[in-house]
């Protein structure tokens, strides 16, 4: 996917629906005919921390850069939120996340991740015409560790499902995909076909008024960001896997 930098709400059209040809005679008429737009649209969501440190702190480190430090910290904490909202955000207060696109494709299947489901992941993004070549998997550590450690001929044949998958995809995992009933979540796709947006830079201000009378100090951070499936079709999604 891509990252891009906003000063407003924005929009982007996508196609609902792909193209379809067809095989005429020939001299026979074409039927025209025309996709089905849709929009998508960013909307800002708010990160927000604040940190309230004794100003004492700040006196008494040494040679330990002790505000520095905090700094550094919050800027990791709200790109930490920012990853974890872009897959899992479930929408109202928080970013839709690309596992909570209602758009994407939802696979009815069940137990651990094997083969056959590893497959039945990419013939959807085959069936729905979108790059199978391009396609990652994306799925939690231990779908990940299910695909390393499983033979994917049975016992004995001496390849996992993960080294058969990563012949032509790779695979990607992460701790952000929020699990569904106790559920491992994985995904599979083109996901250049994403874009996660940011409203303004980060921000982190200090305040020295506020707690004043206490002694403290204040930290406030606060980013806008939002993500987006421009072409969900581009998607697959397995909510319902044993682990």
């Known amino acids: 996917g891509q990252i891009v930098s906003l000063n407003d709400?924005?929009?982007?059209?996508?196609?609902?629906?792909?193209?379809?040809?067809?095989?005429?005679?020939?001299?026979?008429?074409?039927?025209?005919?025309e996709g089905t737009v849709g929009l998508k649209t960013w909307a800002p969501k708010r990160i927000g921390a604040r940190f309230v440190f004794s100003n004492l702190l700040g006196k008494l480190n040494g040679t330990y850069d002790f505000?520095?430090?905090?700094?550094?910290?919050?800027?990791?904490?709200?790109?930490?939120?920012?990853?974890?909202?872009?897959?899992?955000?479930?929408?109202?207060?928080?970013?839709?996340?690309?596992?909570?696109d209602s758009n994407i494709t939802a696979l009815s299947l069940t137990g651990s991740m094997a083969l056959a489901s590893a497959s039945a992941m990419l013939t959807q993004i085959a069936k729905n015409n979108?790059?199978?070549?391009?396609?990652?998997?994306?799925?939690?550590?231990?779908?990940?560790?299910?695909?390393?450690?499983?033979?994917?001929f049975g016992a004995g044949s001496g390849m996992s499902i993960l080294d058969i998958v990563t012949q032509g995809n790779?695979?990607?995992?992460?701790?952000?995909?929020s699990r569904v009933g106790g559920k491992a979540v994985a995904?599979?796709?083109?996901?250049?076909?994403?874009?996660?947006?940011t409203f303004g830079a980060v921000e982190i201000k200090r305040d020295d008024l506020t707690k004043l009378q206490t002694g403290q100090t204040v930290l406030d951070l606060q980013l806008f960001a939002d993500t987006v499936v421009r072409q969900p079709a581009a998607i697959a999604k397995w909510a319902n896997i044993t682990v």
């Open 187 to 197: 995904l599979v796709g083109d996901f250049s076909k994403t874009t996660a947006a």
């Open 9 to 33: 709400v924005a929009t982007m059209p996508y196609y609902t629906d792909a193209s379809v040809a067809a095989m005429y005679a020939e001299t026979g008429s074409i039927t025209e005919g």
């Open 67 to 100: 505000e520095s430090e905090l700094y550094s910290d919050l800027l990791a904490e709200s790109v930490r939120i920012f990853d974890s909202q872009s897959w899992s955000g479930t929408g109202a207060n928080n970013m839709t996340g690309i596992s909570q």
């Open 130 to 152: 979108a790059s199978v070549e391009n396609s990652v998997f994306v799925v939690d550590h231990d779908v990940y560790s299910q695909m390393f450690s499983t033979q994917a």
């Open 170 to 177: 790779r695979v990607f995992r992460t701790g952000y995909l």
